[in-house]
Nanobody, 126 residues
Framework: QVQLVESGGGLVQAGGSLRLSCAAS????????MGWFRQAPGKEREFVAA????????RYADSVKGRFTISRDSAKNTLYLQMSSLKPEDTAVYYC???????????????????WGQGTQVTVSS
């Protein structure tokens, strides 16, 4: 059974940092593009960051550019999101996802992702 499991969320003060992890099991995602999305209370889920299968191409939402870094460890079949200079508006449930079709696109479009994790809560206090 294919699974994506996020971890690393929690409560942090504004200005702080967190690193999210997304561990994949059931298949190897080392050549698949992967992404992070988030959903704040009362809002639609939105794109945060994506990385190509090779790891060469990355894409970020404007709201996190310069503060968040997406990376992957193919040997560990794990995706990461390093979040720094966190703001209260970053509070959300964060989801990782895998795109099995467009390995080098790092697409920001949710519909183009095939597998999703269950999410991890990130809360940033002011």
């Amino acid at each position: 059974q294919v699974q994506l499991v996020e971890s690393g969320g929690g409560l942090v003060q504004a200005g702080g940092s967190l690193r999210l992890s997304c561990a994949a099991s059931g298949r190897t995602f080392s050549r698949d593009a992967m992404g992070w999305f988030r959903q704040a209370p009362g809002k639609e889920r939105e794109f945060v960051a994506a990385i190509s299968g090779s790891g060469i191409k990355t894409r970020y939402a404007d709201s996190v550019k310069g503060r968040f870094t997406i990376s992957r460890d193919s040997a560990k079949n794990t995706l990461y999101l390093q979040m720094s200079s966190l703001k209260p508006e970053d509070t959300a449930v964060y989801y990782c996802a895998a795109d099995l079709t467009r390995s080098e696109s790092a697409t920001p479009y949710q519909d183009e992702y095939d597998y999703w994790g269950q999410g991890t809560q990130v809360t940033v206090s002011s």
